[in-house]
């Protein structure tokens, strides 16, 4: 761990978080909430998992290497940093999964808004197929990656 790989990301960097400035020419960035010190690979997970959530896979390569053709820029990844990439990944998964576990954590209210019980649905929802994730995690004794996380190592190690 050394200053050029280690310390405050924002751990929450995804489209609906940048705003382009077209008088000023530039992005400006907000919704620090989750911010926390961590490898700065990390913010690339978190990126990556909003840019390739949706979208054919051609449009998903090109969303992840306009991205790190930007972030190799500015910063550099050694190999290191690279291979722990799918660490990286099932932290943001337990990560997620935990933060969604608390918010349900006493989430009875007594009148609470009809659209309330739709999100707690959601919530739970997710958190089964993440659960299941998991469980299947633990039987295979290995890392599952799915497609777009196999496109992402083949842009980012091509050129290498």
């Known amino acids: 761990m050394t200053d050029d790989n280690f310390g405050l990301i924002h751990y929450d960097f995804q489209l609906g978080n940048v705003l382009w400035d077209e008088h000023e020419q530039h992005f400006n960035v907000f ?4 911010s926390m010190y961590h490898w700065f690979a990390m913010d690339i997970v ?3 998992k909003d840019l ?3 979208g054919r896979q051609e449009e998903q390569v090109a969303k992840a290497e306009s991205f790190l053709k930007g972030y190799r820029s500015v910063l550099s990844l050694d190999e290191e940093m690279i291979r722990l990439i799918p660490w990286f990944k099932r932290f943001d998964q337990l990560y997620v999964f935990s933060r969604i576990l608390r ?8 009148n609470a808004p009809q659209w ?7 919530l ?5 197929k993440t659960r299941q994730e998991f469980q299947h995690l633990g039987k ?7 497609t777009p996380w ?9 050129d290498r």
């Open 46 to 48: 978190t990126t990556l």
């Open 140 to 146: 295979n004794k290995m890392i599952h990656w799915v």
């Open 103 to 110: 918010a349900l954590e006493n989430s009875d209210i007594d």
């Open 124 to 128: 739970k929802l997710i958190n089964d």
């Open 31 to 34: 919704d620090f909430d989750d």
């Open 150 to 158: 196999i496109i992402f190592l083949y842009i980012f190690t091509k």
């Open 52 to 54: 390739l959530e949706s």
């Open 116 to 122: 309330y019980d739709g999100l707690k649905g959601k």
